[in-house]
């Protein structure tokens, strides 16, 4: 069973930066296409940073230009650098394929970010 295991979250001050990990047990992760996820409170699950099994990259407009997604295939490993933290950025981040649904959900990892 492909388990995921995101960690790196934490409590920042706007302006601050973090960087997430995904690890990613089993087959799959070089196969597929990998998302970063988050769910802020009261809010639907989006999809904010993907990349493909090549390295292609896509993001939603509004971590644009602050957040940059990686993967090391070798390592089973997907990272999503965030830069120029907002409180906006505030919310459980997770990591699945994309579109979501090859591997179960793991636990997430919160990202707090607040003066």
């Known amino acids: 069973q492909v388990q995921l295991v995101e960690s790196g979250g934490g409590l920042m001050q706007p302006g601050g930066s973090l960087r997430l990990s995904c690890a990613v047990s089993?087959?799959?992760?070089?196969?597929?296409?990998m998302g970063w996820y988050r769910q802020a409170p009261g809010k639907q699950r989006e999809l904010v940073a993907a990349i493909t099994s090549r390295g292609t990259t896509t993001y939603a407009e509004s971590v644009k230009g602050r957040f940059t997604i990686s993967r090391d295939n070798a390592k089973n490993t997907m990272y999503l650098r965030m830069n120029s933290l907002k409180p906006e950025d505030t919310a459980v981040y997770y990591c699945?394929?994309?579109?979501?649904?090859?591997?179960?959900w793991g636990q997430g990892t919160q990202v707090t970010v607040s003066s």
């Open positions: 089993g087959s799959i992760f070089s196969m597929y296409a």
């Open positions: 699945n394929t994309d579109p979501p649904g090859r591997a179960n």
